[in-house]
């Protein structure tokens, strides 16, 4: 295979550019050209692509967000969208393609192995950690420290205040990003879409807070644990403390990439690579117990996404 391209698709995650760069100077080092294509799979149904360079590549492995944008496409969905994206690539002698995104682009890049040919790898990129085949995804370490910092400096505030505040943080059917966080932070609360909220059991883990003088603390919420507006209205109907609320939202989604997201995208664009080059397709790559694997789209698709119990417990008990 002498030429290949290479899109970010569905929501940025920090990493996304460390990957890009990774496939760049990988495909350069076995003298295969890159293409980038723009904003994702409606980019390449539309041939809104260019020729890559090292140059192009250079000092974009420290930012956020990601170099070629990033776009949902309806289009792509269908068996005609496809076909046209697939007439793009034969126009320029493309016969692999790197996708770096989540679930949704995944089984985009799967149907497109299987209905055009076109040899596709994917490459595990989205901050909500939730993809079952593999440890971690590119981005996830970033947004949970940038989740982080928010509640650090919240805390001090409300401590100077003695108030309460329910943080909202992304993760609508997943809550890595929330457990995560939250245990790092001290949170006195972590609500998560996998555990059932129950209201006499925060306002009791409150209460006994404040029993002993503690009248400020962290409630840190998973988007798609429950509403917002619903966590603080029970919250203040049981308890005597006062309340706060803020929503992190897309200030998670940006920012300049940990150094573990940077090895992460790094190691996983590399092997990318190494497989379009070995002509296979159909296949995404991760990362187990600190190794590089990769394996059939459709199979790592049907992993579940594996819920931390054990962390979940173990936050509870230090919240105590």
Same mark, same amino acid.
């Given at each position: 295979m002498k030429r290949i391209a290479?899109?970010?698709?569905?929501?940025?995650?920090?990493?996304?550019?460390?990957?890009?760069?990774?496939?760049?100077?990988?495909?350069?080092?076995?003298?295969?050209?890159?293409?980038?294509?723009?904003?994702?799979?409606?980019?390449?149904?539309?041939?809104?692509?260019?020729?890559?360079?090292?140059?192009?590549?250079s000092d974009t492995i420290q930012r956020g967000g990601t170099i070629l944008r990033t776009a949902r496409s309806t289009e792509f969905t269908t068996e005609e969208g496809r076909e046209k994206a697939a007439e793009q690539l034969s126009a320029k002698g493309i016969e692999g393609l790197v996708v770096i995104g989540g679930d949704g682009s995944f089984r985009g890049a799967n149907a497109f192995y299987h209905e055009c040919g076109i040899k596709t790898v994917g490459v595990p990129g989205t901050i909500d950690n939730d993809l079952g085949y593999t440890d971690r995804t590119?981005?996830?370490?970033?947004?949970?420290?940038t989740?982080?910092?928010?509640?650090?400096?919240?805390?001090?505030?409300?401590?100077?205040?003695?108030?309460? +505040?329910?943080?909202?943080?992304?993760?609508?059917?997943?809550? $890595?990003?929330? /457990?995560?966080? &939250?245990? @790092?932070? %001290?949170?006195?609360?972590?609500? +998560?879409?996998?555990?059932?909220?129950?209201?006499?059991?925060? $306002?009791?883990? /409150?209460?006994? &807070?404040? @029993?002993? %003088?503690?009248?400020?603390?962290? +409630?840190?919420?998973?988007?798609?644990?429950?509403?917002?507006?619903?966590?603080e209205r029970e919250l203040k109907a049981r308890t005597s403390l006062s309340f706060r609320t803020t929503v992190l939202g897309y200030i998670q989604r940006g920012g300049s990439p940990t150094m573990e997201d940077r090895v992460l995208a790094s190691r996983l664009g590399i092997r990318a690579v190494e497989l379009l080059k070995d002509d296979v397709g159909g296949v995404v790559v991760g990362?187990?117990?600190?190794?590089?694997?990769?394996?059939?789209?459709?199979e790592a698709l049907a992993i579940p996404v594996r819920f931390e119990a054990e962390l979940y417990e173990e936050a509870k008990i230090l919240s105590l």
């Open positions: 290479v899109l970010t698709s569905g929501g940025d995650a920090p990493g996304m550019n460390a990957a890009i760069r990774a496939v760049v100077r990988t495909a350069k080092y076995h003298d295969i050209e890159v293409y980038g294509v723009e904003r994702g799979y409606a980019g390449l149904i539309e041939g809104d692509m260019r020729l890559l360079s090292r140059h192009d590549v590119i981005g996830f370490d970033t947004a949970v420290n989740a982080l910092a928010a509640i650090n400096n919240l805390r001090d505030t409300m401590s100077s205040h003695d108030r309460v +505040v329910i943080v909202e943080v992304m993760g609508r059917h997943c809550g $890595a990003i929330a /457990l995560h966080a &939250g245990l @790092a932070g %001290g949170a006195e609360v972590i609500l +998560v879409p996998e555990r059932k909220v129950d209201y006499d059991e925060i $306002a009791e883990v /409150l209460d006994r &807070g404040e @029993a002993v %003088g503690k009248r400020s603390g962290i +409630v840190v919420l998973a988007e798609g644990a429950a509403p917002l507006a619903e966590v990362v187990r117990g600190g190794k590089v694997v990769d394996l059939p789209i459709e």
